[in-house]
T-cell receptor, first 114, second 112 residues
Framework: NAGVMQNPRHLVRRRGQEARLRCSPMKGHSHVYWYRQLPEEGLKFMVYLQKENIIDESGMPKERFSAEFPKEGPSILRIQQVVRGDSAAYFC????????????FGDGTRLSIL | GENVEQHPSTLSVQEGDSAVIKCTYSDSASNYFPWYKQELGKRPQLIIDIRSNVGEKKDQRIAVTLNKTAKHFSLHITETQPEDSAVYFCAADSYNNNDMRFGAGTRLTVKP
């Protein structure tokens, strides 16, 4: 049973470009969470999705950031017009249900903005 | 929504000593409290969890205690080893948002 798969592992973008981060949850998991982690800091919640629905996006900036989890395919975290401050590790986690269940993390995508 | 606070932010112990990390939470409806270990450059990994109907849980050298009245829970690591060095995160579920909130993390260093 493959774990949570994130790609790419490393992504380099220039300021103003778009970044697309992908996350395939564990088999049987329909709940996906995205977190952002700056060096030497904790996990900051961004968004929580179920298939085709955004449940909670309170941690995601209103501008430039969007997330989706379509019926088919991986969850996508999209950052438009990236800026230097977007450089961070972005982790995805999945669980079979929402609250009250362990979340399993992917290896993360390290985003670097030149 | 849920607010989780974690202390200390850094902890240094001698090999063989015990380490204790404490967390408090704000949502009295929270029922699930996992702990994650994150080694440098790697993914957070679940090491132990506890549910609100249990006051203590142990797995070899790791134990977690929960005080629901006081809304705090703690991670205890006994006989620490250098490979225990990592960042540890506590978390609590949030029924307001049906998801999980994490503490800021504790960097544990075990000196050989």
């Amino acid at each position: 049973n493959a774990g949570v798969m994130q790609n790419p592992r490393h992504l380099v973008r220039r300021r103003g470009q778009e970044a697309r981060l992908r996350c395939s949850p564990m088999k049987g998991h329909s709940h996906v969470y995205w977190y952002r982690q700056l060096p030497e800091e904790g996990l900051k919640f961004m968004v929580y999705l179920q298939k085709e629905n955004i449940i909670d996006e309170s941690g995601m900036p209103k501008e430039r950031f969007s997330a989706e989890f379509p019926k088919e395919g991986p969850s996508i975290l999209r950052i438009q017009q990236v800026v230097r401050g977007d450089s961070a590790a972005y982790f995805c986690a999945s669980s079979p249900q929402g609250a009250n269940q362990p979340q399993h993390f992917g290896d993360g995508t390290r985003l670097s903005i030149l | 929504g849920e607010n989780v606070e974690q202390h200390p932010s850094t902890l240094s112990v001698q090999e063989g000593d015990s380490a204790v990390i404490k967390c408090t939470y704000s949502d009295s409806a929270s029922n699930y409290f996992p702990w994650y270990k994150q080694e440098l450059g790697k993914r957070p990994q679940l090491i132990i969890d506890i549910r609100s109907n249990v006051g203590e849980k142990k797995d070899q050298r790791i134990a977690v205690t929960l005080n629901k009245t006081a809304k705090h829970f703690s991670l205890h690591i006994t006989e620490t080893q250098p490979e225990d060095s990592a960042v540890y995160f506590c978390a609590a579920d949030s029924y307001n948002n049906n998801d999980m909130r994490f503490g800021a993390g504790t960097r544990l260093t075990v000196k050989p």
